[in-house]
């Protein structure tokens, strides 16, 4: 028994000593980092380029070499730790540095740090486009010569649709030119996109993304799917598409729900009130859901669509029911339920 008791003493004590040593060790090789700066205005600064698909990793070098943090492994360590990463955009961002690798990830999410930054959101129209790069400092002659010249995937006749959704960051020597194509070659880079010119579907590669844009223009997220049903059952039986969205392009307005029976008569061949079938092309730039939702539309019988209050949007195959929601969406609109 004394023997046994001596054993556990001695297990005790090595145990001890291994944890000491262990503890001594990881505070002499814990991750170099900067201590947090409690003011950066007035410290150097440096605009550094995340390439796009850059991995934390990758990042974490970029800041290391760049003089931004003080090792690769103190970025990384916070990134890993931080979802927010996640999100850091590609492009150009305005990092101080000497900072602490936190810091250095706050910086990196800030969008007054991001130099030339555009955003292109899902629906909008290239004319939309064309006034952020305006405001950016390109002439509508740059603009225009930029949109008309991108090299477009096989099967595309116009630009519009094409433009993908989402934050772009520029150097300060950027061309206009390479602006449009960037967004472009976003469009086939990304999963949607790609998956759309793939397309085995009896609509073209550039009808289906005029089927997303019309989808993104008409419904919520949660109807995206029920839309496009309702497109491909008209189409199916010769139908006028008869969506507001497409007289809302071409008069280039937004936010108003009530349409004119004067407008729905405006001789265009965007006008699906007058026309049947598709548009000419989209109406405006879908994201990746909509894009989704053209290719692979809900199953169901819908014919009409309306919505009849703010987030309540209904569908029917009857003519008859859709008279009635009709009647209900009138007496919303005149209450004020849509202002």
Do not use: C
Not at 112 to 136: C, H, M, Y
Not at 230 to 254: C, E, W
């Amino acid at each position: 028994m004394k023997e046994f008791r001596r054993l556990v003493v001695a297990g005790v004590v090595i145990a001890s000593i291994t944890l000491s040593l262990f503890l001594l060790r990881s505070q002499s090789t814990s991750t170099p980092d900067y201590q947090v700066m409690a003011q950066v205005a007035g410290a150097p600064e440096i605009i550094i380029t995340i390439p796009s698909g850059a991995t934390g990793s990758a990042i974490a070098r970029i800041l290391f070499d760049q003089g931004v943090t003080k090792s690769v492994s103190a970025y990384f360590k916070v990134a890993v730790a931080d979802p927010r990463s996640q999100k850091v955009a590609p492009g150009s961002h305005r990092l101080t540095q000497k900072i602490a690798a936190k810091q250095a990830l706050d910086q990196l999410l800030d969008p007054t740090r991001i130099p030339n930054l555009l955003k292109v959101f899902e629906g909008q129209w290239i004319s939309e486009i064309a006034t952020s790069l305006q405001d950016i400092g390109f002439s509508k002659s740059e603009i225009n010569k930029a949109f008309s010249n991108a090299v477009l995937p096989k099967g595309f006749t116009t630009i519009e649709g094409l433009l993908f959704p989402a934050q772009y960051s520029f150097a300060s020597d950027v061309t206009a030119s390479q602006i449009a194509q960037s967004m472009v070659d976003r469009f086939r880079q990304d999963a949607s996109g790609r998956d759309l010119i793939s397309a085995q579907s009896e609509f073209s590669a550039q009808e289906l993304l005029t089927i997303a844009s019309i989808v993104q223009a008409e419904g919520k997220v949660q109807d995206f799917k029920q839309v496009s049903r309702v497109i491909y059952n008209r189409i199916a039986l010769g139908m006028p598409l008869q969506m507001d969205s497409t007289v809302h392009f071409i008069k280039k307005v937004r936010g108003s729900i009530f349409l004119s029976t004067q407008s729905t008569l405006i001789n265009s061949p965007y006008n699906t009130y007058k026309n049947r079938g598709l548009p000419p092309g989209p109406i405006g730039n879908p994201g990746a859901l909509a894009i989704s939702a053209a290719m692979n539309p809900t199953p169901g019988d819908w014919l009409y669509f309306i919505t009849v209050a703010p987030s309540d949007t209904r569908f029917t195959s009857s003519f008859d029911q859709f008279n009635i929601w009709k009647a209900l969406y009138i007496k919303n609109r005149k209450a004020g339920a849509f202002k």
